[in-house]
């Protein structure tokens, strides 16, 4: 049989930074062709077993945990965790897409698309607590769906968790590369390679981006505690920079530079309330951390809420304090804020928002650097990838080889791919994965196994099924009927009495140990829709990029992952069954031993 929960201890060691076959593939599946045919063939079943299997919290606490051979080191409390979530969130989006998405979509009113983008995340922040204090393991919502809605959703929500770090890490980085032009009052493709033969979207090479990943990849392997010193300490002068902008920006408004406050209509609030969603993106890696928190029931709690608070006030201050300073239609889409301060006669205040920029972005890829290591960290020890990226490393305590892998895919993207294409994308998935964790809440409120009736079970299902397909049918409606609104006369309601019908005739299976989101189901359903509504506000290419890169996971998950995952798995129970055994016969002995005496 492959490789089981017993791997980590011996194998991981041996595996530290050697390159075979069995690193990468050392499942029973794949140690012959005639293994990996009978493995094919049988698909179907393995499929079935991996669609319905739920991983359970001891698991993913204790056995996958234990296949990176050492232990990540627990030295961060929450005041690490709100720097961190600071650190994460306040970077490109802010900086960048502010302008982009005042003067092409929603005008002034781009502070309420903020604020609309805040309650959201917000609300994803609540249900992200609650796993992160209850299941504390570097895998974040990896985890959470493998123990909440299975092996096979969890594999597809781990794809986008992936593209998501990616490809917010490639956006942050190429707007590092902007602001360094305006610090150097250059633009920006002063410092990129244009490459004729390509399309335009891929044109523009870039490879200072590429150079700050690397640094930011030698310094995210060294060591996480003083990855977090360095970035509070950042994150300090960040906050400094964001208070200057803030004060020196309202010496120059002019409130007749808010008018008209919705150009663009409701419809381009959310337009850009969809993109401007990546602004807040980041704190989820904060969730990846929980396994190296030292209390994760007080840390996690007070470092994600307190983050995402801090972070929503400061975006719609400086949103407003940008549009009080010129018109909507004068504001530069690639460095707002630096070229507002030289149209209002403060020239040299452009260095001191560059360098904040520059700061924010830096932090932003460190913070992205670590999660995203944690997150491919915990996939790989389900062998759902390579099991050679699992390994941690016995003297920094960090995981090497995940980290360098993503921040290598990063630099790839970072190189060649437009700031427009990768900010639409990654919203997509982010909203996707956010939606799932709060799918998985309510199911892990609702549903206990072998404690839940059967009728019980079949109402959640079907009340989640209404709460889905009613938040569908708003977004659809709001995409495709400009003006119209019957449609939501119908949606809203089924909505709102789909979550009433959960909230009266269901009961909860299970109450929060340590620490729950308030207002269930009414939280976890209001995110669920709010989620999907913004997506339904992003364009249909970008939909079209996301078909593709899901149909690319569900071949290697056919071909590849399902084989690896489904061997571990039973090799794992395998394990489990004779350790039972073992015991068995031990306590039979000691029975003996004393009768005889």
């Not at 607590?129 to 985890?143: H, L, N, R």
């Not at 010193?229 to 400094?240: D, E, P």
């Not at 071949?555 to 073992?582: N, P, Q, W």
Request: contains cysteine; hydrophobic residues 50%; aromatic residues 12%.
């Amino acid at each position: 049989m492959g490789t089981g929960g017993d791997e980590g201890g011996t194998a991981a060691k041996r595996r530290g930074c050697s390159c075979t076959k069995d690193d990468f593939l050392p499942e029973e599946s794949f140690q012959s062709w005639e293994n990996y045919g009978r493995a094919l063939r049988e698909t179907g079943m393995r499929l079935r077993d991996r669609v319905l299997t739920r991983s359970l919290e001891k698991t993913e606490l204790t056995e996958v945990r234990a296949r990176s051979g050492h232990e990540m080191k627990k030295n961060l409390s929450w005041w690490d965790l709100i720097w961190f979530g600071i650190g994460a969130v306040i970077g490109a989006g802010i900086f960048v897409l502010t302008g982009q998405e005042a003067k092409e979509a929603a005008g002034p009113a781009v502070i309420l698309s903020f604020a609309v983008s805040g309650v959201s995340a917000m609300l994803s922040v609540f249900c992200y607590t609650e796993f992160a204090v209850e299941i504390p393991v570097a895998g974040g919502s990896f985890a959470y769906l493998r123990v909440e809605l299975g092996d096979f959703m969890a594999f597809i929500a781990a794809g986008n968790i992936l593209l998501e770090y990616v490809i917010g890490g490639a956006a942050v980085a190429r707007s590092w590369t902007s602001y360094f032009a305006t610090l150097l009052n250059h633009h920006p493709n002063d410092f990129r390679i244009h490459a004729t033969s390509l399309s335009a979207d891929y044109s523009r090479l870039d490879p200072i981006a590429c150079v700050v990943i690397a640094i930011v990849c030698i310094v995210a392997v060294v060591s996480t505690k003083g990855t977090s010193r360095f970035n509070y300490i950042a994150s300090i002068v960040h906050l400094a920079i964001i208070l200057f902008i803030i004060i020196a920006g309202l010496t120059k408004a002019n409130t007749h530079n808010l008018t008209p406050f919705t150009p663009f209509g409701t419809r381009g609030i959310f337009s850009a309330s969809a993109v401007l969603f990546f602004a807040y993106v980041g704190f989820d890696a904060v969730s990846t951390m929980a396994e190296e928190t030292k209390n994760p029931a007080k840390d996690i709690p007070i470092g994600l809420v307190g983050a995402m608070s801090i972070t929503t006030f400061c975006y719609c201050l400086l949103s407003l304090v940008l549009c009080l300073m010129q018109p909507y239609t004068e504001i530069d889409p690639d460095a707002p804020f630096s070229v507002a301060f030289s149209n209002v006669g403060m020239d040299w205040a452009k260095y001191i928002v560059a360098f904040g920029a520059l700061k924010g972005m830096t932090t932003v890829l460190l913070v992205s650097a670590v999660g995203q290591a944690r997150y491919l960290t915990h996939i790989a020890r389900t062998h759902m990838v390579p099991p050679w990226l699992a390994n941690v490393h016995p003297r920094t305590g960090t995981p090497i080889n995940a980290t360098i892998v993503m921040l290598v895919a990063t630099a790839v993207i970072a190189f060649f791919t437009d700031l427009g294409i990768l900010s639409n994308l990654l919203s997509i998935s982010t909203l996707f994965i956010f939606m799932l964790v709060a799918v998985a809440l309510l199911v892990r409120r609702y549903y206990v196994s072998g404690e839940t009736t059967s009728t019980n079970r079949n109402k959640l299902i079907a009340y989640l099924l209404l709460i889905l397909s009613s938040s569908v049918a708003t977004a659809l409606y709001w995409a495709l009927s400009k003006k119209g609104w019957v449609g939501y006369v119908v949606t809203v309601p089924v909505w709102f009495l789909s979550t009433l019908g959960l909230h009266l005739t269901v009961p909860q299976a299970r109450k929060p140990r340590l620490w729950g989101v308030p207002l269930v189901p009414w939280l976890p359903s209001a995110s669920i829709v709010i989620n999907i509504f913004l997506l339904g506000s992003i364009d249909g290419l970008s939909f079209a990029r996301f078909g593709v890169w899901t149909v690319l996971l569900l071949i290697y998950y056919l071909f590849l992952g399902l084989h690896a995952s489904y061997d571990t798995a039973k090799a794992a129970e395998m394990i489990r069954e004779v350790t039972k055994i073992e015991e068995g016969n031990g306590v039979a002995a000691m029975d003996g031993h004393l009768t005889g005496a």
